[in-house]
């Protein structure tokens, strides 16, 4: 490592907060595999070892969390609440917080296709950063750095935006506006088993009304939701007439509920 990469790997530690004791530890968490092979010569490691510890680093300590904080939640509430917290999107956004994207070794490849920016990759490097953490100093001290974080996503005041399930909003939204269940679709599924990606679309009808990616099918398709109730809040719901309002025919002001899904499904174009 050349004095220019320690140098810059220092600043990033000032902005963590953390110094190594070994620098070489911070270093690995920053290689991408697309470096190392393109750099064979060099026998570096690329961060994928590193980022399967961080992400057992990062569920353990969000777990502990939890539990404290919500003495009387279920396993299943839980289990939601961790998935919203410790998941792609939070997990690159502090890494983007960190400026951790600037210091990535990278491919040609990786960099000319904006890998600095992708989220899927800053929240892999993330965790790796948190291995390098735990590696050079413990669990205790780790785990104080996590809390320090993640407290603020799961306090008392944001839990509603932490634990908002976008499926059952959409759902919901669905049956008012269109009287029939959205269809969740895999677009592709790459990456290798132990770090798999997913793209799915989020179809009502016939049309594509989102698209999400995650690290698992459910991510991908928490994140089309999201996308997709930002859309929806923006149609108005055609009021249709019931058979308590009139009863047999309706009245010619009054769509059936077939029409009124019709007129909806039609604002979606």
């Given at each position: 490592m050349n004095e220019e990469r320690v140098q810059a790997l220092t600043g990033l530690e000032d902005r963590l907060g953390w110094y190594f004791a070994d620098i070489a530890l911070l270093d690995n968490a920053l290689t991408h595999r697309s470096f190392v092979n393109e750099n064979a010569a060099l026998a570096c490691r690329d961060n994928e070892r590193l980022e399967f510890l961080g992400d057992a680093v990062l569920e353990l300590t969000v777990s502990d969390l939890l539990m404290r904080k919500f003495p009387d939640h279920s396993e299943g509430q839980l289990s939601k609440l961790r998935a919203s917290v410790v998941n792609e999107q939070p997990l690159a956004e502090l890494a983007r917080r960190f400026g951790i994207g600037e210091h990535l070794l990278l491919g040609k490849g990786e960099e000319g296709?904006?890998?600095?920016?992708?989220?899927?990759?800053?929240?892999?490097?993330?965790?790796?950063?948190?291995?390098?953490?735990?590696?050079?100093?413990?669990?205790?001290?780790?785990?104080?750095?996590?809390?320090?974080?993640?407290?603020?996503?799961?306090?008392?005041?944001?839990?509603?935006?932490?634990?908002?399930?976008?499926?059952?909003?959409?759902?919901?939204?669905?049956?008012?506006?269109?009287?029939e269940m959205p269809r969740y679709m895999v677009i592709s599924e790459t990456g290798p088993d132990?770090?798999?990606?997913?793209?799915?679309?989020?179809?009502?009808?016939?049309?594509?009304?989102?698209?999400?990616?995650?690290?698992?099918?459910?991510?991908?398709?928490?994140?089309?939701?999201?996308?997709?109730?930002?859309?929806?809040?923006?149609?108005?719901?055609?009021?249709?007439?019931?058979?308590?309002?009139?009863?047999?025919?309706?009245?010619?002001?009054?769509?059936?509920?077939?029409?009124?899904?019709?007129?909806?499904?039609?604002?979606?174009?």
């Open positions: 296709s904006g890998g600095r920016m992708k989220s899927s990759l800053l929240a892999n490097a993330f965790e790796s950063v948190i291995a390098a953490m735990y590696q050079d100093g413990g669990f205790d001290r780790t785990a104080a750095f996590i809390a320090e974080l993640f407290e603020p996503l799961i306090e008392e005041g944001d839990i509603s935006a932490v634990y908002r399930d976008y499926k059952t909003a959409v759902q919901e939204m669905c049956q008012v506006l269109f009287r132990h770090d798999k990606r997913f793209e799915t679309s989020l179809v009502i009808g016939e049309r594509v009304i989102a698209t999400g990616k995650g690290r698992s099918k459910k991510d991908a398709e928490q994140q089309a939701a999201r996308i997709a109730t930002e859309w929806l809040r923006k149609i108005e719901p055609v009021p249709a007439a019931t058979a308590a309002e009139k009863p047999g025919k309706a009245p010619a002001s009054a769509p059936s509920e077939q029409q009124a899904a019709r007129i909806a499904m039609e604002k979606l174009e």
